[in-house]
């Protein structure tokens, strides 16, 4: 159990263009979702969190109008950028978190989305 | 502000040899400790949650444990396939926060 995925894998955009990125809890409902972006050698930075039903949190730093997050159901919640430029290009990815009791509950990664903007 | 530091930054081992991964961290309020694997181009797979000082929980070949202050991971006997990035994470309400991993390299 615990597997979230994550769609599309790779995307490649023009800059001044939309991307959507879909992240889906496959077998449970979740929470909370987060949005987190890796950079090449490096750890996870955390974007946001978001619960269902609710406007996202965005960590310091993270302009909430480029990166829309829309969280619709229990597991489903999606990152739209907007406007795409090059210095967005990363690895995007989202985990899901599951739990009964005191958090932090566990989170359960998906695979990941490459984004690339030329 | 929460930290957390991993080391190695990197470590190479052969086939057999065992070792620990350690995972230092200074938070205001611990709520858990997370481990992760992370190979290449992929999101990181849930190892193990620990809660308390003292607490150990153990899978396959790795091991973690707790105290107040770090956390360790130890790899008895690897194999070339446990060969990936190994992420820790504190967690207070509701959020993590990730150290910067350490790259593990097991050659047969």
């Known amino acids: 159990g615990a597997v979230v995925s994550q769609h599309p894998s790779r995307v490649i955009c023009k800059s001044g263009t939309s991307v959507k990125i879909e992240c889906r809890s496959l077998?449970?409902?979740?929470?909370?979702m987060f949005w987190y972006r890796q950079f090449p050698k490096k750890s996870l930075m955390l974007m946001a969190t978001s619960n269902e039903g609710s406007k996202a949190t965005y960590e310091q730093g993270v302009e909430k109008d480029k990166f829309l997050i829309n969280h619709a159901s229990l597991t489903l919640s999606t990152l739209t950028v907007t406007s795409a430029h090059p210095e967005d290009s990363s690895f995007y990815i989202c985990?899901?978190?599951?739990?009964?009791?005191?958090?932090?509950?566990?989170?359960?990664f998906g695979p990941g989305t490459r984004l690339t903007v030329t | 502000e929460d930290q957390v530091t991993q080391s190695p930054e990197a470590l190479r081992l052969q086939e057999g040899e065992s070792s620990s991964l350690n995972c230092s961290y200074t938070v205001s309020g611990l709520r858990g400790l997370f481990w992760y694997r992370q190979d290449p181009g992929k999101g990181p797979e849930f190892l193990f949650t620990l809660y308390s000082a003292g607490e150990e929980k153990e899978k396959e070949r790795l091991k973690a444990t707790l105290t107040k202050k770090e956390s360790f991971l130890h790899i008895t006997a690897p194999k070339p396939e446990d060969s990936a990035t190994y992420l820790c994470a504190v967690g207070t309400y509701g959020k993590l926060t990730f150290g910067q991993g350490t790259i593990l390299t097991v050659h047969p």
């Open positions: 077998d449970f409902q979740a929470t909370t």
């Open positions: 985990s899901a978190a599951r739990g009964s009791g005191r958090p932090p509950y566990e989170q359960y």
